[in-house]
């Protein structure tokens, strides 16, 4: 390798703040062949030529591309490298990363808006889905009491990849659960009872829709479904008496867990 003559050359500091890119880099594309330096200073250093630096500039411009290293030796050195087929073919990679990238943000987007607003519903697809009795309100007021709680973040989480039917769906499975808890009760199904704790179990499952529902946590809503007066109004308006019984068999179920309705905390 000759000594530097030029006042012009560089070195790899020089090139690395130039370019942009690392004195690390620089130094294993000259351990590898791809981009060796022309000159050495008398005490050893490496020295760019004008000419290093235009191949070094090529090579920044392919990498940003996204060409591997090995591609982009064969498109500097191979005469006979199809360089434009070479750069279609990154062109459809890259088309394709973006459109999955346009997909990503779009989730994005929907996760954002979940956490914020909860359901992604229109007031009329809300009207539609959840019947005319519901206020759109409700959900704006839920994230103003719940919105700092791990199980807000978990609802929105499933909110965001739900539609109007999706919702719907979900609404049909709480409905049915209502009427069988009633039925239920009708029947005369005592708490403690297989039939009872079935009961227990589905409405577990059911409330997963919005989500995850411990044991304890449970007991809470059967407190809660009793004594707060709009969901005892629910309960009770598809039995009278509703409301307690659900308490009662969430209770029962829970002592047969192990579970203490009397200290159950929300975990």
């Known amino acids: 390798m000759p000594d530097a003559t030029d006042d012009d050359d560089l070195t790899v500091g020089q090139v690395s703040a130039r370019l942009g890119v690392t004195v690390r880099a620089l130094h294993h594309w000259d351990e590898i062949g791809l981009a060796r330096p022309s000159l050495r200073t008398a005490a050893g250093y490496r020295l760019y030529s004008d000419a290093d630096l235009e191949?070094?500039?090529?090579?920044?411009?392919?990498?940003?591309?996204?060409?591997?290293?090995?591609?982009?030796?064969?498109?500097?050195?191979?005469?006979?490298?199809?360089?434009?087929?070479?750069?279609?073919?990154?062109?459809?990679?890259?088309?394709?990363?973006?459109?999955?990238?346009?997909?990503?943000?779009?989730?994005?987007?929907?996760?954002?808006?979940?956490?914020?607003?909860g359901l992604l519903l229109t007031a009329e697809q809300q009207a539609a889905v959840l019947?005319?009795?519901?206020?759109?309100?409700?959900?704006?007021?839920?994230?103003?009491r719940y919105g700092a709680t791990p199980q807000w973040l978990q609802y929105a989480e499933r909110s965001a990849s739900r539609g109007p039917e999706e919702w719907k769906a979900v609404v049909e499975a709480v409905a049915a659960l209502d009427r069988a808890l009633g039925d239920a009760m009708d029947a005369g199904v005592t708490p403690g009872s297989p039939e009872a704790d079935r009961l227990v179990e589905r409405h577990r499952e059911v409330f997963a829709s919005y989500f995850p529902l411990t044991r304890q946590m449970q007991v809470c809503l059967g407190r809660m479904y009793e004594a707060d007066p709009g969901f005892a109004a629910h309960y009770d308006g598809i039995r009278t008496g509703l409301a307690a019984w659900f308490r009662r068999i969430v209770d029962a179920s829970a002592r047969a867990h192990g579970i203490d309705p009397d200290t159950a905390t929300w975990q």
């Open 55 to 117: 191949r070094l500039h090529r090579i920044v411009v392919y990498r940003e591309l996204g060409l591997g290293l090995d591609r982009i030796r064969a498109v500097l050195d191979d005469s006979a490298a199809d360089v434009p087929g070479a750069l279609r073919a990154q062109r459809t990679q890259v088309a394709a990363r973006i459109a999955r990238l346009q997909q990503l943000g779009a989730g994005l987007d929907r996760m954002i808006d979940a956490h914020e607003r």
């Open 131 to 144: 019947g005319p009795t519901w206020n759109p309100d409700w959900a704006a007021e839920a994230r103003q």
